[in-house]
C-alpha cells in the first residue's frame, strides 16, 4: 500500500492509495472500478403447493446493493418482517411462473409500498400477469409490470438477471440467473514483488506504464481479473439437463426439489423434480454449492438431503429464515 502520510508544511499532497490510481486508470480505460459488494440469498418460503407449520410459500430475496426478490408466495412480507428485511428496499420481483404458490403475497407487497408512497418497483412475470394486475385494480402508480422472457432482463450497478425457460407442466416457466459482471483490479501482490514505489503507481495510473530499474511495466503485467458471482435458480422444473449448461460453474444452485426417490414417478408427473436430480444437475454443472428448496410435506428432509449428498456432497436443506453468503473468490 502507498503510504499517505501528511505533507509537510507548504508541500503538496501527492500520494494516493493503489485504489484512487486504479479509479483513474480505468476511467481512462473505460471500464468500472471493481468494487467488492455483499451478495446473499435469504429464503423466505420453503414449501411446495401448501405452508406446513415451518415452511411457507416460496420466495427467495436475492441482497446485492440491491434487493431482488425471485418468486413472492403467500405470506412473503410477514417473513420480510421476520428476518428484518424491509419490503420497501425492493428494486424488482421475478415470478417464474404464475402458480399460486409462487405469487400470491405480490400483491400484499404492492398494497404496502403505495400506501407507503414508496418508489415504483417492476415485476417480471410471464405474460398473464398483467391481466391479473388489472382485474385486481391496484393502482399502478408503484409498479410496472414487464413480461418474463428468456435473455437479460433488468441491470443494476455491476449485475445482471436473466431468464431462461424450464420445463414446468404445460404452464410458461422460467429460471433466473444472477451475474455479477467482472472486474479488474491492481494486484498489490504483483505490484509488492515488483517493488513498486509511490511513484511507479503515479506512473502507471498516469501513462498506463512504468519502469523499473531498466524494465518496462505495462498496466496489463498488473491487473487481474475478478471474476463475477453466478446464482441460478431452477425454478419450479423437472429433471432437465439444460439446466446443468447455465449453471456451469455456478457459486450457488437454488434448485426446487420437491420429492425424494421414493416419488419420482410423482416428480415427472407434476412437473417437478427430486433431490438426487437436482444433485446431479449440480455435479453435471460442476457448481460449488447446491441448495435445495420447494419441498412436499410427504418426504423427510433427511432421506432428501441423504438421497443428494450421494452424488453432491455440497448440499443444504433450505430452510425458512435461512441466508446463504456467496463468497468473492480473491480473483480469477
Not at 248 to 269: N, Q
Request: positive net charge; aromatic residues 8%.
Amino acid at each position: 500500500m502507498v503510504p499517505r502520510g501528511k505533507p509537510k508544511r507548504g508541500q503538496a499532497r501527492l500520494v494516493k492509495t493503489p485504489r484512487e490510481f486504479l479509479a483513474e486508470t480505468v476511467e481512462r480505460n473505460k471500464t468500472k472500478p471493481f468494487r467488492n459488494k455483499h451478495l446473499s440469498a435469504t429464503f423466505l418460503g420453503t414449501a411446495s403447493a401448501t405452508p406446513t407449520r415451518k415452511r411457507g410459500m416460496p420466495s427467495i430475496a436475492i441482497k446485492y446493493d440491491d434487493l431482488l426478490l425471485w418468486d413472492c408466495g403467500e405470506g412473503c412480507q410477514m417473513e420480510m418482517m421476520r428476518r428484518r428485511i424491509g419490503s420497501g428496499s425492493v428494486k424488482a420481483v421475478f415470478l417464474t411462473h404464475l402458480h399460486l404458490d409462487h405469487f400470491l403475497g405480490v400483491f400484499g407487497l404492492v398494497k404496502t409500498l403505495g400506501m407507503a408512497r414508496q418508489r415504483r418497483i417492476d415485476i417480471f412475470a410471464p405474460d398473464r400477469f398483467r391481466k391479473i394486475m388489472d382485474a385486481m385494480e391496484i393502482d399502478p402508480s408503484f409498479f410496472s409490470t414487464k413480461e418474463m422472457e428468456v435473455g437479460k432482463l433488468y441491470s443494476g450497478d455491476q449485475y445482471d438477471v436473466s431468464a431462461f425457460r424450464v420445463k414446468h407442466r404445460n404452464i410458461d416457466s422460467f429460471g433466473l440467473v444472477f451475474k455479477e459482471q467482472e472486474r479488474t483490479r491492481i494486484d498489490t501482490e504483483k505490484t509488492g514483488a515488483l517493488g513498486f514505489s509511490q511513484q511507479n503507481y503515479v506512473d502507471i495510473s498516469t501513462q498506463g506504464e512504468t519502469i523499473i530499474g531498466e524494465k518496462k511495466i505495462g498496466i496489463e503485467e498488473v491487473l487481474v481479473c475478478v471474476k463475477g458471482r453466478k446464482i441460478i435458480y431452477s425454478g419450479d422444473t423437472v429433471y432437465d439437463e439444460r439446466i446443468a449448461q447455465i449453471a456451469e460453474g455456478a457459486d450457488l444452485l437454488i434448485h426446487e426439489a420437491t420429492y425424494t426417490e421414493e416419488f419420482a414417478d410423482l416428480a415427472a408427473k407434476n412437473g417437478h423434480s427430486t433431490a438426487r436430480q437436482a444433485a446431479e444437475i449440480a455435479r453435471m454443472a460442476g457448481a460449488k454449492k447446491l441448495v435445495l428448496t420447494h419441498f412436499s410435506r410427504m418426504c423427510s428432509n433427511d432421506v432428501l438431503e441423504r438421497e443428494a449428498k450421494e452424488l453432491f456432497e455440497n448440499t443444504l436443506i433450505a430452510k425458512d429464515g435461512m441466508k446463504v453468503e456467496v463468497k468473492q473468490e480473491k480473483w480469477a
